[in-house]
Protein backbone atom coordinates (compact mmCIF):
# COMPACT_ATOMS: atom_id res chain seq x y z
CA UNK A 1 0.00 0.00 0.00
CA UNK A 2 1.25 3.40 -0.89
CA UNK A 3 1.63 6.12 1.58
CA UNK A 4 0.70 9.61 1.63
CA UNK A 5 3.34 12.35 1.60
CA UNK A 6 2.00 13.70 4.68
CA UNK A 7 1.34 10.18 6.49
CA UNK A 8 4.62 8.60 5.07
CA UNK A 9 6.23 10.72 8.00
CA UNK A 10 4.94 8.29 10.67
CA UNK A 11 7.96 6.76 12.66
CA UNK A 12 8.06 2.80 11.47
CA UNK A 13 9.12 0.29 14.46
CA UNK A 14 8.26 -3.57 14.93
CA UNK A 15 6.98 -4.38 18.01
CA UNK A 16 6.83 -7.21 20.37
CA UNK A 17 4.34 -8.56 23.16
CA UNK A 18 5.12 -9.46 26.24
CA UNK A 19 2.58 -11.03 27.63
CA UNK A 20 2.60 -10.22 31.47
CA UNK A 21 1.90 -6.18 29.75
CA UNK A 22 -0.51 -7.21 27.39
CA UNK A 23 -4.18 -7.39 27.13
CA UNK A 24 -6.75 -8.23 23.81
CA UNK A 25 -9.52 -6.30 24.16
CA UNK A 26 -12.52 -7.71 22.36
CA UNK A 27 -14.94 -4.63 21.10
CA UNK A 28 -18.15 -5.09 20.70
CA UNK A 29 -18.85 -8.56 19.83
CA UNK A 30 -22.60 -7.98 21.17
CA UNK A 31 -25.94 -9.65 19.69
CA UNK A 32 -27.05 -6.48 18.98
CA UNK A 33 -24.46 -5.62 16.25
CA UNK A 34 -24.00 -9.24 14.99
CA UNK A 35 -27.15 -11.97 15.38
CA UNK A 36 -30.23 -11.79 13.50
CA UNK A 37 -32.60 -10.07 15.36
CA UNK A 38 -30.14 -7.63 16.37
CA UNK A 39 -30.86 -3.54 15.62
CA UNK A 40 -27.93 -2.76 13.23
CA UNK A 41 -26.46 -5.92 12.37
CA UNK A 42 -23.35 -6.11 10.69
CA UNK A 43 -23.03 -8.26 7.20
CA UNK A 44 -20.55 -11.36 7.75
CA UNK A 45 -19.48 -11.25 11.35
CA UNK A 46 -18.75 -14.93 11.14
CA UNK A 47 -15.61 -13.99 9.47
CA UNK A 48 -14.42 -12.70 12.73
CA UNK A 49 -15.05 -15.53 14.64
CA UNK A 50 -12.16 -18.14 14.05
CA UNK A 51 -9.29 -14.73 13.93
CA UNK A 52 -10.73 -13.91 16.88
CA UNK A 53 -11.05 -17.29 18.56
CA UNK A 54 -7.18 -17.62 17.47
CA UNK A 55 -6.52 -14.43 19.54
CA UNK A 56 -8.55 -15.11 22.56
CA UNK A 57 -6.87 -18.43 22.46
CA UNK A 58 -3.37 -17.32 22.61
CA UNK A 59 -3.73 -14.57 25.30
CA UNK A 60 -5.39 -16.97 27.31
CA UNK A 61 -2.28 -19.89 26.83
CA UNK A 62 0.06 -16.99 27.79
CA UNK A 63 -1.82 -15.36 30.82
CA UNK A 64 -2.75 -12.29 29.21
CA UNK A 65 -6.21 -10.80 30.38
CA UNK A 66 -9.32 -10.92 27.88
CA UNK A 67 -11.34 -7.73 28.55
CA UNK A 68 -14.74 -7.99 27.03
CA UNK A 69 -16.23 -4.62 25.97
CA UNK A 70 -19.84 -4.15 25.73
CA UNK A 71 -21.54 -1.42 24.03
CA UNK A 72 -24.72 -0.49 26.76
CA UNK A 73 -27.07 1.82 26.99
CA UNK A 74 -29.69 3.07 29.73
CA UNK A 75 -33.47 3.59 29.02
CA UNK A 76 -35.31 7.10 29.74
CA UNK A 77 -32.13 8.78 29.18
CA UNK A 78 -33.28 12.63 28.34
CA UNK A 79 -30.22 12.69 26.18
CA UNK A 80 -28.64 9.69 25.24
CA UNK A 81 -25.40 11.21 22.87
CA UNK A 82 -25.27 7.84 20.06
CA UNK A 83 -28.80 8.05 19.68
CA UNK A 84 -28.41 11.69 18.81
CA UNK A 85 -26.82 10.14 15.57
CA UNK A 86 -27.95 5.96 15.83
CA UNK A 87 -30.84 4.10 16.14
CA UNK A 88 -31.77 3.35 19.74
CA UNK A 89 -29.56 0.02 20.60
CA UNK A 90 -27.90 -1.91 22.72
CA UNK A 91 -30.14 -1.84 25.94
CA UNK A 92 -28.35 -2.39 29.53
CA UNK A 93 -29.62 -5.92 30.60
CA UNK A 94 -30.76 -7.13 27.73
CA UNK A 95 -30.32 -10.06 25.15
CA UNK A 96 -28.62 -7.30 23.01
CA UNK A 97 -25.73 -6.18 24.61
CA UNK A 98 -24.22 -9.90 25.35
CA UNK A 99 -21.55 -11.10 23.54
CA UNK A 100 -22.09 -13.71 21.07
CA UNK A 101 -22.12 -17.27 22.24
CA UNK A 102 -19.39 -17.63 18.97
CA UNK A 103 -16.53 -16.33 21.25
CA UNK A 104 -17.34 -18.31 24.73
CA UNK A 105 -16.86 -14.98 26.67
CA UNK A 106 -16.12 -16.17 30.77
CA UNK A 107 -17.96 -14.87 33.54
CA UNK A 108 -14.41 -14.62 35.23
CA UNK A 109 -12.99 -12.47 32.77
CA UNK A 110 -13.34 -8.73 32.87
CA UNK A 111 -16.32 -7.03 31.41
CA UNK A 112 -16.17 -3.35 30.64
CA UNK A 113 -19.74 -1.75 29.48
CA UNK A 114 -19.75 1.76 27.82
CA UNK A 115 -22.15 4.08 26.84
CA UNK A 116 -19.57 5.79 24.07
CA UNK A 117 -18.05 4.73 21.14
CA UNK A 118 -14.89 4.49 22.44
CA UNK A 119 -14.09 1.78 25.33
CA UNK A 120 -12.16 4.74 27.36
CA UNK A 121 -14.22 7.20 27.87
CA UNK A 122 -15.73 7.71 31.31
CA UNK A 123 -15.49 3.74 32.18
CA UNK A 124 -13.03 2.28 34.20
CA UNK A 125 -11.03 0.27 31.75
CA UNK A 126 -7.85 2.56 31.75
CA UNK A 127 -7.81 2.02 35.92
CA UNK A 128 -7.96 -1.76 35.46
CA UNK A 129 -5.09 -1.65 32.90
CA UNK A 130 -3.18 0.34 34.87
CA UNK A 131 -4.11 -2.16 38.25
CA UNK A 132 -2.72 -4.89 35.93
CA UNK A 133 0.38 -3.14 34.64
CA UNK A 134 -0.99 -3.28 31.20
CA UNK A 135 0.76 -1.17 28.75
CA UNK A 136 -0.24 -3.20 25.63
CA UNK A 137 -3.16 -3.94 23.91
CA UNK A 138 -4.13 -5.90 21.18
CA UNK A 139 -7.58 -4.12 20.03
CA UNK A 140 -9.80 -6.26 18.04
CA UNK A 141 -13.81 -6.07 17.46
CA UNK A 142 -16.53 -3.94 15.86
CA UNK A 143 -16.69 -1.58 13.84
CA UNK A 144 -13.12 -0.93 12.59
CA UNK A 145 -14.17 2.88 12.02
CA UNK A 146 -16.19 3.86 14.31
CA UNK A 147 -15.84 2.10 18.01
CA UNK A 148 -12.65 0.08 17.51
CA UNK A 149 -11.04 3.30 16.00
CA UNK A 150 -12.00 5.68 19.06
CA UNK A 151 -10.83 2.99 21.52
CA UNK A 152 -7.01 2.42 20.00
CA UNK A 153 -7.30 6.51 19.69
CA UNK A 154 -8.07 6.77 23.21
CA UNK A 155 -5.08 4.11 23.79
CA UNK A 156 -2.52 5.76 22.18
CA UNK A 157 -3.67 9.49 23.52
CA UNK A 158 -2.96 7.90 27.15
CA UNK A 159 0.41 5.87 26.54
CA UNK A 160 -0.60 2.21 25.24
CA UNK A 161 1.31 0.45 22.62
CA UNK A 162 -1.75 -0.84 20.34
CA UNK A 163 -1.82 -3.38 17.81
CA UNK A 164 -4.83 -3.86 15.79
CA UNK A 165 -5.06 -7.70 13.69
CA UNK A 166 -7.37 -6.75 10.44
CA UNK A 167 -8.45 -9.74 10.15
CA UNK A 168 -10.38 -9.43 13.59
CA UNK A 169 -12.37 -6.26 12.77
CA UNK A 170 -14.49 -5.11 10.57
CA UNK A 171 -15.77 -2.19 9.44
CA UNK A 172 -19.37 -0.67 7.88
CA UNK A 173 -17.76 -1.03 4.78
CA UNK A 174 -14.45 -2.40 2.57
CA UNK A 175 -13.45 1.71 2.15
CA UNK A 176 -13.79 2.58 5.76
CA UNK A 177 -12.09 -0.49 7.25
CA UNK A 178 -9.22 -0.01 4.69
CA UNK A 179 -8.80 3.70 5.81
CA UNK A 180 -9.24 3.33 9.11
CA UNK A 181 -6.82 0.52 9.14
CA UNK A 182 -3.96 2.92 7.50
CA UNK A 183 -4.82 5.93 9.94
CA UNK A 184 -3.83 3.79 12.99
CA UNK A 185 -0.85 2.36 11.00
CA UNK A 186 1.00 5.56 9.97
CA UNK A 187 -0.57 7.54 13.61
CA UNK A 188 -1.51 5.53 16.51
CA UNK A 189 -0.33 2.13 16.53
CA UNK A 190 1.01 -0.86 14.30
CA UNK A 191 -1.09 -3.21 12.21
CA UNK A 192 -1.26 -6.88 11.44
CA UNK A 193 -3.07 -9.61 10.94
CA UNK A 194 -4.34 -12.26 13.91
CA UNK A 195 -1.56 -14.78 12.69
CA UNK A 196 1.29 -12.53 13.18
CA UNK A 197 0.06 -11.75 17.01
CA UNK A 198 -0.66 -15.62 17.82
CA UNK A 199 2.99 -15.71 17.09
CA UNK A 200 3.86 -12.57 19.40
CA UNK A 201 2.00 -13.81 22.40
CA UNK A 202 3.00 -17.76 22.10
CA UNK A 203 6.36 -17.40 20.73
CA UNK A 204 7.72 -13.46 20.97
CA UNK A 205 7.96 -12.48 17.33
CA UNK A 206 7.81 -9.41 16.25
CA UNK A 207 5.07 -7.56 15.14
CA UNK A 208 5.83 -5.26 11.91
CA UNK A 209 3.22 -2.84 10.58
CA UNK A 210 1.57 -3.60 7.78
CA UNK A 211 2.40 -0.58 5.72
CA UNK A 212 5.74 0.05 5.82
CA UNK A 213 7.35 3.75 6.38
Known sequence: MSVDVFSAHFQDRQLRLDPART??????????????????????YERLVAPQLALIEAARAVGAPVIWVHDAHRPGMRREREWEKRTPHGLEKTWAVEIIEDLGARADEIHVVKRRYSAFFQTDLDLT???????QLVICGVVTNICVRSTVHDAFFIGYDVVVPADACAATGPREHDSSLYDIATHFGVVSDSATVVAALRQGAPIANMIAA
Not at 23 to 44: R, S, T
Not at 129 to 135: G, N, P, R, S, T
Open 23 to 44: ALVVVDMINEFCKPGGKMVLPG
Open 129 to 135: LKDMQVD
